[in-house]
């Protein structure tokens, strides 16, 4: 029995709610649901309704915000909350992805508080860690990692460990063409794993690998058995594009 995958597709500031609802519907008539399949979508937060509402009930396929605050509600003017989320149709939500540490000066500390947040929402935090080029250079991928996840670890209360997903996302890999190697992506996997266990959390935490994840690499990657699925963000940007790389190793 080949171990259940999560193909997650962040779309980022692309697709708004009519070219959110076309991709879903021409995407839903070109594939079917796989078993041990699961199929991730973040749409931006204006399009996580229609999304939803043209997902329908296709049981394969959950739709997840790419970004929440870590209060549910009050004077923050442009933020969307987990429950607001989960109002508009979500499951999951994108936690700490890089774009939002580095481009909007998201620390630690917040990343943390937004993974209780959606947990309190009912929501699944898939929680993103990655190191820049400068610190794998200067051999501090471990470090960075360790200390991206330690956070989360200390504010979530130990009865949602086992609901928490994690995303390895090199830095200098997203958006760049040039994705990790199978091999450095387990080992951080690995990593991720042994800390987590560390903290004598039972059972595989879920943990997907995302930068540069294309049709052409997606396999070699997926064949290393500590990935548990793939988070791509260019690559999911068509319908067509996406059904291909999903489909992908799914037997005819
Ligand atoms: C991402 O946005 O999470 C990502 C991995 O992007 P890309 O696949 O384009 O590198």
């Known amino acids: ?59 394969d396929i959950l739709i997840g915000a790419q970004n929440v605050h870590w209060e549910p509600k009050g004077a923050f003017t442009g933020e969307t909350s987990a429950p607001m989320a989960q109002e508009a149709g979500a499951r999951v939500v994108l936690i700490g992805h890089s774009e939002r540490r ?6 630690d500390d917040q990343v943390a508080r937004k993974a209780v947040t959606t947990l ?38 130990a009865a949602d460990w086992a609901r928490l997903v994690v995303a390895y996302e090199p830095v200098w890999a997203i958006g760049t063409g040039r994705n990790a190697s199978p091999d450095d992506a387990a080992q951080v996997h690995e990593l991720i794993r042994f800390a987590v266990g560390r903290r004598g959390i039972s059972g595989r935490v879920p943990v997907l690998y995302g930068g540069s994840v294309n049709a052409g690499n997606v396999l070699a990657l997926l064949a290393r058995p500590e990935l548990d699925g793939v988070l791509v963000g260019g690559a999911s940007l068509d319908p067509d594009g996406w059904a291909e790389l999903v489909g992908l190793g799914m037997a005819p």
């Not at 190191?131 to 991206?148: F, K, N, S």
């Open 102 to 107: 580095h481009l909007f000066g998201e620390t």
């Open 120 to 157: 309190r929402a009912g929501l699944v935090p898939l929680v993103c860690l990655g190191e820049t080029l400068a610190e794998r250079e200067g051999g501090r991928t471990e470090q960075v990692i360790v200390r991206q996840l330690e956070p989360v670890l200390d504010k979530v209360p």
């Open 1 to 59: 029995m080949p171990r259940p995958l999560i193909y997650a597709a962040n779309w980022k500031m692309n697709h708004g709610p009519d070219a959110a609802r076309e991709f879903i519907e021409r995407f839903l008539a070109v594939t079917a649901p796989a078993p041990d399949r699961s199929l991730w979508f973040f749409p931006p937060s204006i399009s996580l309704a229609p999304v939803s509402r043209a997902v329908g009930s296709r049981p």
